[in-house]
């Protein structure tokens, strides 16, 4: 039972527009989202957090949104650069422990 | 130093071999991960420690079997694996106050003979 889903392994975009990254969970325990990125051949680098208690959060190019009612989250990077070319994971938080679990990633290519 | 390093980068073992992964960070992190990452696959959670004891053990065979010996290092000895334990193995590190991410280094790419 997959509680963190990514249902886009890949997304395309132009350099200078906007990407529009998604998860969606089934675990309404989890307090905390959380979103990270890998290249190849490295480790995830954590990018930005969401608290359950929030529904945005801004980091410079990066904007995550939460719809707690939808059980949804949206990772926003605007502008993308091809920098951003990497694969993205969503992960969920729940609060014992500090485990994480993650969704599937999506492939994010940013063309120049 | 907000590194987490991983020893070695890449392992071959056979199945009847011994051996160990090592992981170290200097965050002053009080929580320290061991995940195994698949081709394709997101990373799974294996152990956790918290104050170098070990808290969660995700159902992990005993072939695999964590150290944690001071607040730094974090090791995964490795005895009598099969083919299928062949993965990216990746060490992570935390603050234990939540939404602060955990901190992954590179990973071992280990293969199983």
């Known amino acids: 039972d997959q509680q963190v889903k990514q249902n886009s392994p890949s997304l395309s975009v132009q350099e200078g527009r906007i990407s529009i990254l998604n998860c969606d969970y089934t675990?309404?325990?989890?307090?905390?989202f959380l979103w990270y990125k890998k290249y190849p051949a490295e480790g995830p680098t954590f990018l930005i957090s969401?608290?359950?208690?929030?529904d945005k959060n801004e980091d410079g190019r990066f904007t995550v949104f939460l719809n707690k009612s939808a059980k949804h989250l949206s990772l926003h990077i605007v502008p993308s650069q091809p920098g951003d070319s990497a694969v993205y994971f969503c992960a969920a938080r729940k609060d014992a422990g500090n485990m994480l679990t993650f969704g599937g990633g999506t492939r994010l290519m940013v063309k120049p | 130093d907000t590194e987490v390093t991983q020893t070695p980068k890449h392992l071959v073992m056979g199945m009847t071999n011994k051996k160990s992964l090592k992981c170290e960070q200097h965050m002053g992190h009080r929580a320290m991960y061991w995940y195994k990452q698949k081709a394709k696959k997101p990373p799974e959670l294996m152990f956790v420690y918290s104050y170098e004891k070990l808290s969660i053990n995700e159902s992990v065979p005993s072939r695999f079997s964590p150290e944690c010996p001071n607040s730094s290092l974090l090791n995964l000895h490795l005895h009598a694996l099969q083919p299928e334990d062949s993965a990216l193995y990746l060490c992570?590190?935390?603050?234990?106050?939540?939404?602060?991410?955990?901190?992954f280094g590179p990973g071992t790419r280990l293969t199983v003979l």
């Open positions: 992570a590190s935390s603050p234990l106050q939540a939404g602060l991410g955990q901190f």
């Open positions: 969401i608290s359950s208690i929030k």
């Open positions: 675990n309404s325990m989890f307090d905390y």
